[in-house]
């Protein structure tokens, strides 16, 4: 399944889709985009940037043993005053998460 982080544009680096193996991939939401491009040679000694993006947490450290994902959530006022069951979307990857359901961290932004 291909993912990005939706505060970014598609066409910025950062928004830029990656492969996620499985909707229970703890990396998901976290979109943490790297990319391993490489040169090519070309035909009069010029070289030819190809862009391959991988989730830089992969990258650099392997998949995570956590299970759970990191959600961003906006500091609303209805966010405030949250309770068991309200349902929020994560303004990173756009996941439903429904509060006290499922095994997630969360951060609140501004």
């Not at 069951?85 to 997630?104: M, P, S």
Request: hydrophobic fraction near 25%; charged fraction near 30%; aromatic fraction near 14%.
């Amino acid at each position: 399944m291909k993912v990005r982080d939706k505060r970014y544009k598609k066409t910025d680096y950062k928004g830029h889709e990656v492969e996620c193996p499985s909707l229970s991939c703890p990396c998901r939401p976290c979109f943490n985009v790297h990319d391993c491009g490489y040169y090519l040679p070309g035909k009069f000694g010029e070289k030819r940037w190809i862009s391959h993006f991988e989730c830089a947490t992969w990258f650099n450290r392997g998949c995570s043993t956590s299970s759970r994902p990191k959600h961003l959530f906006k500091n609303t006022k209805r966010f405030q005053n949250r309770k068991v069951g309200d349902v929020f979307r994560c303004i990173r990857c756009g996941q439903l998460c429904k509060i006290g359901q499922g095994e997630f961290d969360f951060e609140i932004i501004d």
